[in-house]
DNA sequence: GGTATGATAGACCATTGGTCTGTTTCAGCC
DNA sequence: GGCTGAAACAGACCAATGGTCTATCATACC
């Protein structure tokens, strides 16, 4: 093998792509560190180098994860002209960022992301978003709080009940996915939309606020990021 | 090795027990199959005669937890007494079972079930939980609906968030876990009991129900199940 | 130009989940 | 009681895995 040497930077992210391709397609166990090295065309000695185990590898793969979904919704964060519950709204939705365009990309995302045997890499995922998340969801539920929008004992809580929203949609999908068939599909986009409505008026009411102020994603979001994946589908 | 032949079911059962034991101590990655034949005391040629591999084991003993936890709240779905609102109640405490005495064991459970290398394991028990619980829940919840007790549009939806009830206390356990000591427990049932508070307001909404019908466990059950933990191990 | 240090290669290792062949036990039949 | 076939079990064996170790190459710096 001829020895190519990069910039340790450049290296490492090489790496973690190649992981991160591996991982999602054929799963955190299923992909060995042999095939790893393979893809990414490096030695063991260099994987060796760079991360002390596999295991390693994948925190660093979820890490990484974790700050891109962060970068993602830096902006809202930072608006100034957002109150506290346009922000909370505008954070649960993320539609600023994932535009329609890039829906098919967000489904792919989906697809590989709620693969049964993407259990483990899932799970360190939603640990490393939990961790960078949730503070700044604290914050925002505090400030709610202390200007009289918001009204609750236990912001923590609450932020931690946002969180969890990911997981919930976590069996629908997986199910959808399971199924495949338009049929199934049409069933997933409506179980969905319910789950959604199920969770927007529980946040209002654990928020203390009228019914109808949470709004989870613009209406329709789900179906298009669906039907966006449908039409991927056919053109392949 | 000496050649014990036992009766095919008994059998099953012991390795389902040895390999529980080996798999929530060590976690199931961890816990080799080697291990387990060990534990049971039998050849790998036996093992494989009653699992196709390591993974249906793990299957297999998923199962039989969801069993056991059906087994459990058997009686609270068969009492003719209880209306809709009663027998969600005594579901979501199953503090009829769950007496103070076997709070130790509860804990033990807790403890060991939460530990980050028993993901896997927990996952699969999960799933089967939710496979066999789900159905009940939600024909609980459409007799609630018939009735007029309850109020929704999303059954399922509703019985599927009950059911995140107890992933929901996985991190707060787990943290508390992770801590130890007695201050971070005392830290832990605090904001259990807060969560649990969270909790039933937000079923009572998306129940149609006024608040405070849903009660999620006695007060102080989770109080009284973490300090007979406390002192079980102060104990040994 | 020498050299220390980081970057890379690849042989090597113990262990793992799984397969395969062979042996023992025993119920059912004559 | 003896025979037989299938179920129950034992254990050698295997390829592959994650990880270790030593040797080699490249480069920055004096």
Redesign the pocket.
Known sequence: ??????H?EI?REDILDHAQALFLTQGYDR?????VIASA??????F???F????ALLEALADRFARQALAAVQSVLDDPDLDPLGRLNSLLSQSRQAKIETAAEAWALFETMFRPENLVLFHRINLAAHASFSPLLVKVIRQGVEDGTFRTFDPEGVADIVMQFGLATHDVVAKAIAGGSDADMEVAIEVLEKRVRLYEIALDRILGLPDGSIRIGEPGYIRAVMTARRKADKAR
């Open positions: 093998m001829p020895r190519v040497i990069k340790p290296r992909a060995s560190l042999n095939d065309g490096i030695s063991k000695g260099a060796y180098h760079y002390p185990s596999k295991e």
